[in-house]
Each structure stands twice: as structure tokens, then as C-alpha cells.
């Protein structure tokens, strides 16, 4: 098992573009999560999923999109990338069968500058 | 809100010692807490997951306790050594809460 992959692992960007950062699990985990890391902050959750077709927001959701078409593949998408979104993203998955059963897998992580 | 804290930020001891590190949290109502580890450029890696309704967990060198009650939990590492360098985070899943809140993390250096 390859577990929770995330693409690309560094990406600069300049101020408005726009780009899809890509995570795919081959657990068959129902559950998968985007969080972001900043110094001094923690992770924060930025949009979650409980299975295909199903997507919510977490507590920093804004100037991000996400969609579930596969239980395996969970991508995020910067709509116009602004510096506030320098950040480190991380995909992370679990299965859904309950507190007991939760614990998490993180991906490697996507290293995005915004100039 | 829940609010997780860890303390101290960073932490160095010589290799051999055992140590403790601190999480604590606001809210008691949780489902579980986890512990992670964090090597420098790397994923979050799960350590132990300690159910609300469990005292503690154990894995090789590592003991989890979580007391609900006082908002409280630690991880001890017996017999610390240089691999064991890292970032550790714990993180709480509230209940009726499909995320986790996760503290700043304690950064760990074992010197040799």
C-alpha cells in the first residue's frame, strides 16, 4: 500500500492563479481531510469528506474548493491564490467506523509559496 | 472552542533519559486523542490513540495517559534516544465532530 499521496510536493505560485493540489489514498478509507500548517498555529481543517459526494467545511474554508467523485482521490483546489495561503498542506484519510477506529493516516504534505 | 495546549515548546535531554510530554485541553468532551509524531519536511505519523473512556495506551517505549476529567494528557518515552528527535502533536476529536484540534506540538531533541 502506497497509503495517502499527495502532489506536488513544493509549488510556487504568484497572486491570483489558480491550481489543484492532488491526494489519493488506496486504503479505502471513507474519511479524508485537508488541514493546513503554519508556524504558531497549529493544523487547522480546512475542508473534510465522509465518502463520495460528500464534502463539509472545517474552520478555515475559505478561498478553497473541494470535491469527492472517489473514495480514493480527494483534491483541493486554490481558486486565487493569495499569500495568506503560503502554507503547508496536508491530506490526511481514516476509516469511518467510528471513534474507536480513528486513527489518522497523514500524506507527506504540499510545501505552496504565493508571491 | 476547544483548545489544545502543549508544553513546553521544546524540550532537550540527554540520550537514555525518560521524559514527559504535556497536552491539555478545554473541553472534556472528546472522543479520543491521539498523538503524533513529526520529522523535520515529513507527514504527521500516528503514535497511540487513546479512547475517552481509556486511561492509557502502550507501544514499545511509548505510554499515552489521558485523564478526561482534569483536560489532561502525557506522553512518556522511556529510555530516550537519538531517533527519537522530533516534533510530537496531540490532537483531540470533540465529540460530534467529524476534525481533530490539534495542540502546537513539542519539539523533541535527544542529544547523544
Known amino acids: 500500500n502506497a497509503g495517502v499521496t499527495q502532489t506536488p510536493k513544493f509549488q510556487v505560485l504568484k497572486t491570483g492563479q489558480s491550481m489543484t493540489l492532488q491526494c489519493a489514498q488506496d486504503?479505502?478509507?471513507?474519511?479524508m481531510s485537508w488541514y493546513r500548517q503554519d508556524p504558531g498555529m497549529g493544523l487547522r481543517l480546512i475542508h473534510y469528506s465522509v465518502g463520495a459526494g460528500i464534502t463539509d467545511q472545517g474552520e478555515v474554508p475559505n478561498g478553497y474548493n473541494v470535491s469527492r467523485s472517489t473514495t480514493e482521490d480527494f483534491p483541493l483546489r486554490l481558486l486565487s491564490a493569495a499569500p495568506s495561503q503560503t502554507s503547508v498542506y496536508f491530506c490526511?484519510?481514516?476509516?469511518?467506523?467510528?471513534?474507536?477506529?480513528?486513527?489518522?493516516?497523514f500524506g507527506p504534505g504540499t510545501r505552496l509559496t504565493v508571491l | 472552542k476547544q483548545e489544545v495546549t502543549q508544553i513546553p515548546a521544546a524540550l532537550s535531554v540527554p540520550e537514555g533519559e525518560n521524559l514527559v510530554l504535556n497536552c491539555s485541553f478545554t473541553?472534556?468532551?472528546?472522543?479520543?486523542l491521539q498523538w503524533f509524531r513529526q520529522d523535520p519536511g515529513k507527514g504527521l505519523t500516528s503514535l497511540l490513540l487513546?479512547?475517552?473512556?481509556?486511561r492509557e495506551q502502550t507501544s514499545g517505549r511509548l505510554n499515552a495517559s489521558l485523564d478526561k476529567s482534569s483536560g489532561r494528557s502525557t506522553l512518556y518515552i522511556a529510555a530516550s534516544q537519538p531517533g527519537d528527535s522530533a516534533t510530537y502533536l496531540c490532537a483531540v476529536r470533540p465529540q460530534g465532530a467529524q476534525k481533530l484540534v490539534f495542540g502546537q506540538g513539542t519539539r523533541l531533541t535527544i542529544n547523544p
Open positions: 490526511a484519510s481514516s476509516p469511518l467506523g467510528g471513534p474507536s477506529t480513528d486513527t489518522q493516516y
Open positions: 486504503m479505502n478509507h471513507e474519511y
Open positions: 473541553d472534556s468532551a472528546i472522543y479520543n
Open positions: 487513546i479512547q475517552s473512556s481509556q
